[in-house]
């Protein structure tokens, strides 16, 4: 594994932002959803698109926070402009689990 120095880390905007929309994403290659996810004034809402649809309705999706990188370019999948990745980790099957804070927290608030 590679080391990284902590200015390296801190390259890394990663954000905590709240679920405010999420609609099937029929057009990706592999099963996804759209989101929109409110990281409060400072940087707005961003969208994402997310291989999410194993563990996750849209239903359950829609008032959840979850934790984003921000600072990426923008990547087109399919007709969509994704705008923010959206961390998660692996289940024993490999499919995505949400990484999200253990309380509510200020929409926007930075990872330290």
């Known amino acids: 594994m590679d080391t990284i120095d902590f200015g390296d880390f801190l ?3 990663i954000r905590v932002g709240r679920i405010a929309r999420a609609e099937d994403f029929p057009k990706a290659r592999r ?3 759209k989101l929109w996810i409110d990281f409060g004034p400072e940087l707005g809402e961003k969208k994402t698109s997310a291989q999410l649809t194993r563990h ?3 239903d359950a999706l829609v008032g959840r926070q979850v934790v984003a990188v921000v600072n990426f370019p ?3 999948v399919a007709d969509f402009m ?8 692996p289940d024993e099957a490999g499919e995505v689990v949400l990484l999200q804070p253990a309380h509510d927290a200020p ?3 930075r990872m330290y």
């Open 107 to 109: 929409l926007g608030g």
């Open 82 to 89: 994704s705008e923010v990745l959206v961390l998660g980790v």
């Open 74 to 76: 923008p990547k087109q």
């Open 11 to 13: 390259k890394v905007d």
């Open 31 to 33: 099963p996804a959803y």
């Open 56 to 58: 996750y309705t849209l």
